[in-house]
């Protein structure tokens, strides 16, 4: 009976959405008190059955309950208990379900956290999330349903894609979701302030932790996505423009704008329009990315949909969601103050210039994404649109971001002057030219690399000698967390320009076709095809190999790759094996075997690629210490 409870609790909470949606609106329109109370436990009730029907459906897999299709096409009696319940959301259905359960609770946190709120502001965020709970609950439960049950039983299921039996997906998706749903919080606040006409540095500051949560869970699950496929799809890249790589990307580049132009309405009162609209495209874009997985209109390792039916209702619920948001910004927006005035060198032009940049290149990637779908759907053929054309195109227009993100600090509020602002930055400058020289003298480096490094170093050192002058001018105590937040989040884009040029500039690799002892060579190392033996795995077996790393002066390194073949689906994976060090890692992943015994190899060494992931961290750790700022994390009282 565990899926039929599923299911009635899904129903019980699409009940609960609705009234959430249409109670909590009306009474905030009608300025009904009673109404507007009912808001936030209307939105617990429903957090509390959507977590029973996902926990249903947890219980499902655990229990490899096969009378239910989507237990039985996405499990199996061998499968690790662990991968079990990531299976959870390793489908459609579930993945719609992980999607309801990360909204719900975002909705749960917003009723606990938002007392200081005035009535109608919180009864109107809670009804707009209430009537997107709306919209998925019900696609779910009429279009893909988990608890659909299956006659007769079969004796097992069909297994979890091998591609997801991994760790990185058990925390990959949920994390990814967070960030994607988050954006709901800041969406529903902008609505909000259209509807009311009120958006004030009060707004902003009630906003900016939400978003900053929402982008830091993001930035961690596109992390995770991309360290995923890194060690697991065999290639040894990291980041390929897959499109559903760039459905969570664009997300994220309209965030970063969103936050800054957070930063401004709170400190400054003005940006308003632009703080709503990028809001609006935040969540719009989060949405068009689930469109674009759960439709079925890509082919990726990342898309498990392909019912076109599925495709028509959330195309449907985008075009209302996006559609009637843009048109009640069109008519509200003029109606919001323009706040204060500011000169043409000044942090708030600076910072407006950061975020045309950054939609700027939202659209070219959103225009690299959808053309080839495009051109198919219009019947002109088909095109591929890959890596080539977001480099030419991505990379130049970062450029200005890269140095305005240095710069802007040091920068003044409302108006500065030239002068002043050389005195403070050129101590930075003349230490990033340095920098960067040193290391092209030093390693004789291409143009694009030595670029990279001086962005680089700017990046880092800007960032480093502006707190040092905060320190200089104010005590430590009296410098609030979110300026070290954006301190730290400054150095970790340094640390990531400077990881990314390294291991695009500076990497080797090499293929080759090799039997059991022979030797292959790649950036001064020996990697030499020791043994290889045979392996049973818990629904899998394997070809491990033994790889013994060499280089004069240096310890012998041992790596174990894998080729493995999955029992249930007889589908083969790429297990590479990594030795990760400060500086660089050593790569090494095997293909198919020749009928002469020679296996196909694949050897990298990889500079600096360890820095790229610590980079994300700390981007993310800035986040976290600027949403941990003591004026968000005030008492809050009815």
Same mark, same amino acid.
């Given at each position: 009976?565990?899926?039929?409870?599923?299911?009635?609790?899904?129903?019980?909470?699409?009940?609960?959405?609705?009234?959430?949606?249409?109670? &909590?609106?009306?009474?905030?329109?009608?300025?009904?008190?009673?109404?507007?109370?009912?808001?936030?436990?209307?939105?617990?009730?429903?957090? *509390?059955?959507?977590?029973?029907?996902?926990?249903?459906?947890?219980?499902?897999?655990?229990?490899?309950?096969?009378?239910?299709?989507?237990?039985?096409?996405?499990?199996?009696?061998?499968?690790?208990?662990?991968?079990?319940?990531?299976?959870?959301?390793?489908?459609?259905?579930?993945?719609?379900?992980?999607?309801?359960?990360?909204?719900?609770?975002?909705?749960?946190?917003?009723?606990?956290?938002?007392?200081?709120?005035?009535?109608?502001?919180?009864?109107?965020?809670?009804?707009?999330?209430?009537?997107?709970?709306?919209?998925?609950?019900?696609?779910?439960?009429?279009?893909?349903?988990?608890?659909?049950?299956?006659?007769?039983?079969?004796?097992?299921?069909?297994?979890?894609?091998?591609?997801?039996?991994?760790?990185?997906? $058990?925390?990959?998706?949920?994390?990814?979701?967070?960030?994607?749903?988050?954006?709901?919080?800041?969406?529903?606040?902008?609505?909000?302030?259209?509807?009311?006409?009120?958006?004030?540095?009060?707004?902003?500051?009630?906003?900016?932790?939400?978003?900053?949560?929402?982008?830091?869970?993001?930035?961690?699950?596109?992390?995770?996505?991309?360290?995923?496929?890194?060690?697991?799809?065999?290639?040894?890249?990291?980041? %390929?423009?897959?499109?559903?790589?760039?459905?969570?990307?664009?997300?994220?580049?309209?965030?970063?704008?969103?936050?800054?132009?957070?930063?401004?309405?709170?400190?400054?009162?003005? %940006?308003?329009?632009?703080?709503?609209?990028?809001?609006?495209?935040?969540?719009?874009?989060?949405?068009?990315?689930?469109?674009?997985?759960?439709?079925?209109?890509?082919?990726?390792?990342?898309?498990?949909?392909?019912?076109?039916?599925?495709?028509?209702? $959330?195309?449907?619920?985008?075009?209302?969601?996006?559609?009637?948001?843009?048109?009640?910004?069109?008519?509200?927006?003029?109606?919001?103050?323009?706040?204060?005035?500011?000169?043409?060198?000044?942090?708030? &032009?600076?910072?407006?210039?950061?975020?045309?940049?950054?939609?700027?290149?939202?659209?070219?990637?959103? *225009?690299?994404?959808?053309?080839?779908?495009?051109?198919?759907?219009?019947?002109?053929?088909?095109?591929?649109?890959?890596?080539?054309?977001?480099?030419?195109?991505?990379?130049?227009?970062?450029?200005?971001?890269?140095? *305005?993100?240095?710069?802007?600090?040091?920068?003044?509020?409302?108006?500065?002057?030239?002068?002043?602002?050389?005195?403070?930055?050129?101590?930075?400058?003349?230490?990033?030219?340095?920098?960067?020289?040193?290391?092209?003298?030093?390693?004789?480096?291409?143009?694009?690399?030595?670029?990279?490094?001086?962005?680089?170093?700017?990046?880092?050192?800007?960032?480093?000698?502006?707190?040092?002058?905060?320190?200089?001018?104010?005590?430590?105590?009296?410098?609030?967390?979110?300026?070290?937040?954006? #301190?730290?989040?400054?150095?970790? #884009?340094?640390?990531?320009?400077?990881?990314?040029?390294?291991?695009?500039?500076?990497?080797?690799?090499?293929?080759?076709?090799?039997?059991?002892?022979?030797?292959?060579?790649?950036?001064?190392?020996?990697?030499?095809?020791?043994?290889?033996?045979?392996?049973?795995?818990?629904?899998?077996?394997?070809?491990?190999?033994?790889?013994?790393?060499?280089?004069?002066?240096?310890?012998?390194?041992?790596?174990?790759?894998?080729?493995?073949?999955?029992? #249930?689906?007889?589908?083969?994976?790429?297990?590479?094996?990594?030795?990760?060090?400060?500086?660089?890692?050593?790569?090494?992943?095997?293909?198919?075997?020749?009928?002469?015994?020679?296996?196909?190899?694949?050897?990298?060494?990889?500079?600096?690629?360890?820095?790229?992931?610590?980079?994300?961290?700390? $981007?993310?750790?800035?986040?976290?210490?600027?949403?941990?700022?003591?004026?968000?994390?005030?008492?809050?009282?009815?």
């Amino acid at each position: 009976m565990i899926p039929e409870l599923g299911n009635l609790s899904l129903i019980l909470a699409l009940i609960l959405s609705v009234l959430q949606g249409g109670l &909590s609106l009306y009474g905030a329109q009608r300025g009904e008190v009673a109404w507007m109370s009912l808001a936030r436990p209307l939105a617990c009730g429903q957090c *509390l059955f959507v977590a029973l029907s996902f926990g249903a459906l947890v219980c499902s897999f655990v229990a490899n309950d096969f009378s239910v299709l989507y237990v039985a096409s996405h499990a199996n009696s061998l499968l690790p208990w662990p991968f079990r319940v990531a299976a959870t959301w390793g489908g459609h259905e579930g993945s719609l379900l992980l999607w309801q359960l990360m909204l719900s609770s975002w909705a749960l946190a917003v009723a606990w956290r938002s007392a200081a709120w005035p009535a109608p502001t919180r009864a109107r965020v809670l009804g707009v999330l209430g009537l997107i709970g709306v919209g998925f609950l019900s696609f779910t439960l009429f279009t893909s349903n988990p608890f659909e049950r299956l006659l007769p039983v079969p004796p097992d299921g069909q297994d979890l894609n091998p591609l997801l039996q991994d760790p990185g997906m $058990i925390f990959h998706p949920p994390l990814l979701y967070m960030g994607y749903v988050g954006f709901s919080v800041a969406f529903a606040m902008a609505v909000t302030a259209l509807l009311s006409g009120e958006l004030d540095a009060d707004w902003a500051k009630w906003g900016r932790p939400w978003t900053l949560a929402a982008w830091v869970c993001l930035t961690l699950g596109i992390l995770l996505g991309s360290f995923w496929a890194y060690y697991e799809l065999g290639w040894g890249g990291w980041w %390929f423009w897959d499109a559903v790589e760039n459905a969570s990307f664009m997300p994220w580049l309209v965030g970063t704008a969103l936050l800054h132009s957070l930063a401004v309405t709170e400190k400054r009162g003005t %940006f308003r329009s632009w703080t709503v609209l990028l809001a609006i495209l935040a969540f719009s874009l989060s949405l068009l990315g689930t469109f674009l997985v759960r439709s079925g209109v890509l082919s990726s390792v990342h898309a498990f949909a392909s019912d076109p039916k599925r495709g028509v209702y $959330i195309l449907v619920f985008l075009l209302i969601v996006i559609g009637g948001s843009l048109g009640l910004y069109a008519w509200r927006a003029p109606r919001l103050a323009p706040g204060a005035r500011y000169g043409l060198l000044s942090r708030e &032009s600076l910072l407006l210039l950061n975020n045309v940049f950054l939609l700027v290149t939202t659209g070219t990637v959103l *225009l690299g994404t959808l053309y080839p779908l495009a051109v198919e759907v219009l019947g002109l053929g088909r095109i591929s649109v890959g890596p080539p054309y977001f480099e030419s195109v991505f990379l130049p227009l970062m450029v200005p971001v890269l140095m *305005l993100l240095g710069l802007g600090p040091f920068v003044a509020w409302k108006r500065a002057r030239v002068a002043p602002l050389w005195r403070r930055v050129e101590g930075a400058f003349w230490v990033a030219l340095a920098c960067a020289a040193g290391v092209v003298l030093a390693r004789k480096t291409s143009p694009g690399v030595a670029a990279g490094l001086w962005l680089a170093a700017w990046i880092i050192s800007a960032s480093i000698w502006h707190a040092w002058q905060r320190l200089h001018a104010q005590s430590p105590r009296a410098i609030p967390l979110s300026f070290w937040g954006m #301190v730290v989040a400054h150095v970790g #884009v340094g640390v990531f320009v400077l990881g990314v040029t390294m291991v695009k500039g500076l990497d080797h690799g090499q293929d080759g076709s090799l039997a059991v002892g022979e030797s292959v060579s790649a950036g001064g190392y020996t990697f030499r095809f020791a043994d290889l033996q045979k392996q049973q795995g818990p629904n899998y077996v394997a070809a491990r190999a033994r790889f013994e790393v060499t280089q004069v002066g240096h310890p012998r390194i041992t790596l174990f790759p894998e080729k493995r073949l999955y029992l #249930v689906q007889r589908m083969p994976m790429t297990e590479a094996a990594i030795d990760r060090g400060v500086f660089r890692d050593l790569y090494v992943s095997i293909g198919e075997a020749s009928p002469d015994g020679r296996w196909g190899v694949r050897v990298q060494v990889k500079p600096f690629m360890g820095w790229v992931w610590v980079a994300c961290l700390l $981007i993310a750790l800035g986040g976290v210490l600027a949403a941990a700022d003591r004026r968000y994390r005030r008492e809050r009282h009815e």
